[in-house]
């Protein structure tokens, strides 16, 4: 009985919650002041307008709430892009508050030994489970947060029997505004222009990576994602709850997240239906339902890319739901309210069975036994060695595997594996582990499903040794060499010898480095291969190199070599032309490689002109360059009039004229470049919904320096050229059936052969087809943008 006592006390909670590390940031609540006067009161790109919680508000609110209630933990976790606190809430009975210091050290029970964790659950219903409940990561959907406060406010406060009855057996972490940028600028994305819900294999923002350590942390059992908004997808079907239609990401384990997630689903819309009478609007007091993808259609809202904060979630072991509001008002807090009110209860009502399958999955992982995966679809171990020049790309990759809760180890002595020899130093993904599926969604090459479904919502594949560019090797054979485990890879570089330095043109680190060094005042110089050349002495580099993390030692500058100069970026700006940012991906790109990017609107380039800049680069829609739309929130975003148009064709002709570089980047940018008369090539893309991984045959000198034959590209609403006159090619899709790899383009062979980077005759424009800075995750391919600047 003492036993039970203590399980009880301790190893119940530990099994099924985990509490937090203190972050740095954790301690006193730190209340940020917002400036009102920047505060939107709407956006113009949702049909409805009501008077929304402003962000300024929610910190007093909480603050207010934590004062009352001895149930409640309010944190700042971190901060947005633009330095507005991150707040999260975690709700539990007053009895658990106290023992969160003994739970938190027992955390990895459930990794470690999951049958005992599933046998003591079918023993030990008196348990609590945590529930996850993140509002609104797009800025523009406010009802997310606004229900999610209230909700705070209800659990925090009230006592009625089905308050006391949902604390009882759950911990409630609310992650209050995912989106604090978003929702001060009344915009989708944040502060950086990406958007966060695409964001989940990158994580390349603040806002995502602090999601992912409470996920990681807490490995919630159920995960609520708000948005909005969505009406009338069937006939008198109000909002969208997950789960999705086809297909599905195959690393998942789908079955035991199919076998309750629809279920809740269809408690979440009776839960709303159940409140009917409380509605205002005509179309909710005449709904029948809620529009569940899975349930209502065959297609079209599928769950494939966890770049989706739910579906991410679900490889965490989440019953992950993306919740769609159907309007942006009182209603749509009510129905969003009601919605998480559902899940809850039916969380509540079969936490035991639920939780059990939550075990199976780490259990299936650790076990390495899939039931419902073919022999081999996940390989016993991927194994990554390292470059020992250039190791900053594997090194990233091991941090980020990590961050995700993916275990790597590092091999002590040199081994042989799938037939190749590997030094010691070299990393291991183990694949029988709690995490496998999300090891493998990260690291695997991906699939081509063209011809699976007709068309997908977002991207199809990401890999990350592909896109990021560094060896992952799959083996099916079991691994043997001693290992220990990698906690963090600390990365630093080191310099050797007196000088000139050779820095190579392999990474983005290494394309930092030169041009760091170049903005220091090093004399820097590059080859025909793209390598740079720093001719300075080992003190006046060795900070910098250290920070690059590269190994840098002494060459002889090639007497082909030319002296660069330090290049000052324009980049064409999408103030959120469609409620996105389309040039936010390169921009980041340019400033991940060093360069002093400054974003320019299509207005400033007509009025001001390009003088100061050495570079325009164009990477984004066509619409930024055109003088109508019958869209109201695009309106401030593209060019006033007609004369503003002819003035931008101007400034950029002179800009030419002057010897400035004009470099455009994916579909958009390549097709205004051709109404802008600056290119005698002929543009061809495919549809907005094609996107993948393609094989290319780069030429391997001056614009595509450092990369080869058969190698790697990425393309969304895929673009390439027929080219006019004597314009260099510098590379082209590989002319063979198969050289789309993965993700979804129907009928792609019209592409096959087809130039992707071509780079005028006459004038010095270069045409990218690829997608070389994708949302900041296609690293592998910046430097494709890094050569055409350098190039002369
Ligand atoms: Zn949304």
Same mark, same amino acid.
């Given at each position: 009985m003492k036993k039970t006592k203590w399980m009880t006390g301790v190893l119940a909670a530990s099994l099924l919650v985990s509490i937090p590390t203190p972050a740095a940031l954790a301690g006193p609540v730190k209340w940020v002041n917002v400036n009102v006067n920047e505060e939107q009161d709407e956006s113009l790109f949702n049909s409805e307008n009501y008077d929304f919680m402003k962000f300024s508000q929610i910190g007093e609110k909480l603050e207010e709430i934590d004062k009352k209630s001895n149930r409640i933990k309010v944190e700042v976790r971190g901060t947005s892009s633009e330095g507005y606190p991150l707040y999260v809430v975690t709700i539990a009975d007053p009895k658990s508050q106290g023992k969160f210091g003994k739970i938190q050290a027992l955390r990895k029970q459930m990794f470690k030994n999951p049958e005992k964790a599933q046998d003591w659950i079918a023993n030990n219903p008196d348990f609590k489970v945590p529930i996850m409940i993140n509002g609104s990561i797009h800025g523009t959907e406010f009802v997310g947060s606004d229900a999610v406060i209230q909700l705070i406010e209800r659990f925090a406060l009230e006592n009625d029997?089905? !308050?006391?009855? &949902?604390?009882?057996?759950?911990?409630?972490?609310?992650?209050?505004?995912? /989106? %604090?940028?978003g929702r001060v600028d009344a915009t989708r994305f944040n502060g950086e222009g990406i958007d966060l819900n695409r964001d989940f294999i990158t994580q390349s923002q603040p806002e995502t990576r602090e999601t992912v350590e409470l996920l990681t942390e807490w490995n919630p059992m159920v995960f609520l994602d708000t948005h909005g908004y969505v009406s009338g997808y069937g006939p008198n079907l109000e909002g969208l709850i997950e789960p999705c239609t086809p297909p599905h990401n195959p690393n998942y384990e789908y079955d035991l997240y199919q076998k309750w997630a629809y279920g809740q689903a269809e408690a979440m819309e009776s839960e709303i239906l159940a409140d009917k009478v409380s509605y205002d609007g005509n179309q909710y007091k005449e709904m029948k339902g809620v529009y569940i993808p899975q349930r209502d259609d065959a297609d079209g809202w599928d769950?494939? @890319? %966890?770049?989706?904060?739910p579906m991410y979630a679900m490889y965490h072991?989440?019953? $992950?739901? !993306?919740?769609? +509001? @159907?309007t942006n008002d009182e209603d749509g807090v009510r129905w969003m309210y009601n919605a998480i009110m559902g899940a809850l209860k039916y969380a509540t009502d079969n936490k035991q069975e639920m939780i059990t399958d939550q075990i199976e999955m780490f259990k299936r992982g &650790? =076990?390495?036994?899939? %039931?419902?995966?073919d022999e081999g679809h996940f390989p016993n171990a991927y194994i990554l060695p390292v470059d020992e020049k250039d190791p900053t790309v594997t090194e990233k990759a091991v941090n980020h595997l990590l961050f995700n809760d993916i275990e790597v180890v590092q091999a002590a002595k040199s081994f042989t594996a799938g037939g190749k020899q590997y030094e010691?130093? !070299?990393?291991?993904?183990?694949? /029988?582990?709690?995490?496998? $599926?999300?090891? /493998?969604?990260?690291?695997?090459?991906?699939?081509?499903? +063209? /011809?699976?479904t007709p068309s997908m919502y977002d991207i199809s594949a990401w890999s990350l040794p592909e896109l990021w560019g560094f060896e992952a090797n799959p083996v099916q054979e079991e691994v043997n060499v001693v290992s220990s485990k990698v906690n963090k890879v600390d990365g630093q570089g080191a310099v050797s010898g007196k000088g000139p330095f050779l820095i190579p043109n392999s990474s983005v680190k290494a394309v930092e480095l030169a041009n760091t060094l170049l903005n220091e005042g090093v004399t820097v110089l590059r080859d025909a291969e793209g390598n740079f050349y720093a001719n300075a002495k080992a003190n006046e580099v060795s900070a910098a190199v250290k920070a690059s993390g590269l190994e840098i030692g002494t060459a002889k500058v090639p007497a082909d070599a030319e002296v660069l100069q330090s290049m000052k970026v324009a980049i064409l700006k999408d103030g959120g032309i469609n409620k996105a940012q389309s040039h936010a991906g390169t921009k980041l790109a340019l400033k991940r490689l060093g360069f002093d990017v400054t974003e320019v609107t299509p207005v400033e380039v007509a009025e001001q002109g390009l003088s100061g800049f050495d570079v325009f680069v164009y990477s984004g829609t066509e619409t930024l360059i055109t003088t109508s739309t019958n869209r109201a929130g695009n309106k401030?975003? &593209?060019?006033? +009039?007609?004369? =503003?148009?002819?003035?931008?064709k101007q400034n950029i002709d002179s800009f030419l004229a002057d010897g400035g570089k004009y470099l455009a980047v994916g579909a958009g940018a390549s097709i205004a470049t051709e109404k802008l008369g600056l290119t005698d090539n002929t543009v061809k893309t495919a549809g907005y919904n094609s996107n993948g991984i393609v094989k290319v045959d780069y030429s391997g000198e001056g614009l595509t320096a450092a990369y080869g034959q058969d190698d790697f590209g990425f393309v969304y609403r895929p673009t390439w050229y027929e080219v006019a006159g004597n314009d260099e090619v510098a590379a082209s899709i590989d002319d063979s059936e198969n050289f789309f790899l993965a993700g979804h383009w129907a009928n792609n062979n019209i592409a096959q052969g087809q130039p992707v980077i071509v780079k005028e005759e006459d004038k010095d424009v270069t045409l990218i087809g690829l997608e070389a800075g994708f949302r900041d995750h296609t690293d592998y391919l910046f430097r494709l943008l890094s050569n055409s600047i350098f190039t002369k």
């Amino acid at each position: 009985m003492k036993k039970t006592k203590w399980m009880t006390g301790v190893l119940a909670a530990s099994l099924l919650v985990s509490i937090p590390t203190p972050a740095a940031l954790a301690g006193p609540v730190k209340w940020v002041n917002v400036n009102v006067n920047e505060e939107q009161d709407e956006s113009l790109f949702n049909s409805e307008n009501y008077d929304f919680m402003k962000f300024s508000q929610i910190g007093e609110k909480l603050e207010e709430i934590d004062k009352k209630s001895n149930r409640i933990k309010v944190e700042v976790r971190g901060t947005s892009s633009e330095g507005y606190p991150l707040y999260v809430v975690t709700i539990a009975d007053p009895k658990s508050q106290g023992k969160f210091g003994k739970i938190q050290a027992l955390r990895k029970q459930m990794f470690k030994n999951p049958e005992k964790a599933q046998d003591w659950i079918a023993n030990n219903p008196d348990f609590k489970v945590p529930i996850m409940i993140n509002g609104s990561i797009h800025g523009t959907e406010f009802v997310g947060s606004d229900a999610v406060i209230q909700l705070i406010e209800r659990f925090a406060l009230e006592n009625d029997e089905e !308050t006391k009855e &949902i604390l009882e057996n759950n911990i409630l972490i609310f992650n209050v505004v995912q /989106n %604090p940028d978003g929702r001060v600028d009344a915009t989708r994305f944040n502060g950086e222009g990406i958007d966060l819900n695409r964001d989940f294999i990158t994580q390349s923002q603040p806002e995502t990576r602090e999601t992912v350590e409470l996920l990681t942390e807490w490995n919630p059992m159920v995960f609520l994602d708000t948005h909005g908004y969505v009406s009338g997808y069937g006939p008198n079907l109000e909002g969208l709850i997950e789960p999705c239609t086809p297909p599905h990401n195959p690393n998942y384990e789908y079955d035991l997240y199919q076998k309750w997630a629809y279920g809740q689903a269809e408690a979440m819309e009776s839960e709303i239906l159940a409140d009917k009478v409380s509605y205002d609007g005509n179309q909710y007091k005449e709904m029948k339902g809620v529009y569940i993808p899975q349930r209502d259609d065959a297609d079209g809202w599928d769950d494939y @890319p %966890p770049i989706f904060t739910p579906m991410y979630a679900m490889y965490h072991g989440a019953y $992950g739901h !993306t919740l769609e +509001s @159907p309007t942006n008002d009182e209603d749509g807090v009510r129905w969003m309210y009601n919605a998480i009110m559902g899940a809850l209860k039916y969380a509540t009502d079969n936490k035991q069975e639920m939780i059990t399958d939550q075990i199976e999955m780490f259990k299936r992982g &650790i =076990q390495f036994d899939h %039931p419902y995966h073919d022999e081999g679809h996940f390989p016993n171990a991927y194994i990554l060695p390292v470059d020992e020049k250039d190791p900053t790309v594997t090194e990233k990759a091991v941090n980020h595997l990590l961050f995700n809760d993916i275990e790597v180890v590092q091999a002590a002595k040199s081994f042989t594996a799938g037939g190749k020899q590997y030094e010691k130093g !070299t990393y291991i993904v183990p694949m /029988n582990q709690a995490k496998a $599926g999300l090891a /493998n969604t990260m690291l695997w090459d991906g699939e081509d499903i +063209s /011809n699976d479904t007709p068309s997908m919502y977002d991207i199809s594949a990401w890999s990350l040794p592909e896109l990021w560019g560094f060896e992952a090797n799959p083996v099916q054979e079991e691994v043997n060499v001693v290992s220990s485990k990698v906690n963090k890879v600390d990365g630093q570089g080191a310099v050797s010898g007196k000088g000139p330095f050779l820095i190579p043109n392999s990474s983005v680190k290494a394309v930092e480095l030169a041009n760091t060094l170049l903005n220091e005042g090093v004399t820097v110089l590059r080859d025909a291969e793209g390598n740079f050349y720093a001719n300075a002495k080992a003190n006046e580099v060795s900070a910098a190199v250290k920070a690059s993390g590269l190994e840098i030692g002494t060459a002889k500058v090639p007497a082909d070599a030319e002296v660069l100069q330090s290049m000052k970026v324009a980049i064409l700006k999408d103030g959120g032309i469609n409620k996105a940012q389309s040039h936010a991906g390169t921009k980041l790109a340019l400033k991940r490689l060093g360069f002093d990017v400054t974003e320019v609107t299509p207005v400033e380039v007509a009025e001001q002109g390009l003088s100061g800049f050495d570079v325009f680069v164009y990477s984004g829609t066509e619409t930024l360059i055109t003088t109508s739309t019958n869209r109201a929130g695009n309106k401030e975003f &593209i060019l006033q +009039s007609q004369a =503003q148009l002819d003035a931008l064709k101007q400034n950029i002709d002179s800009f030419l004229a002057d010897g400035g570089k004009y470099l455009a980047v994916g579909a958009g940018a390549s097709i205004a470049t051709e109404k802008l008369g600056l290119t005698d090539n002929t543009v061809k893309t495919a549809g907005y919904n094609s996107n993948g991984i393609v094989k290319v045959d780069y030429s391997g000198e001056g614009l595509t320096a450092a990369y080869g034959q058969d190698d790697f590209g990425f393309v969304y609403r895929p673009t390439w050229y027929e080219v006019a006159g004597n314009d260099e090619v510098a590379a082209s899709i590989d002319d063979s059936e198969n050289f789309f790899l993965a993700g979804h383009w129907a009928n792609n062979n019209i592409a096959q052969g087809q130039p992707v980077i071509v780079k005028e005759e006459d004038k010095d424009v270069t045409l990218i087809g690829l997608e070389a800075g994708f949302r900041d995750h296609t690293d592998y391919l910046f430097r494709l943008l890094s050569n055409s600047i350098f190039t002369k």
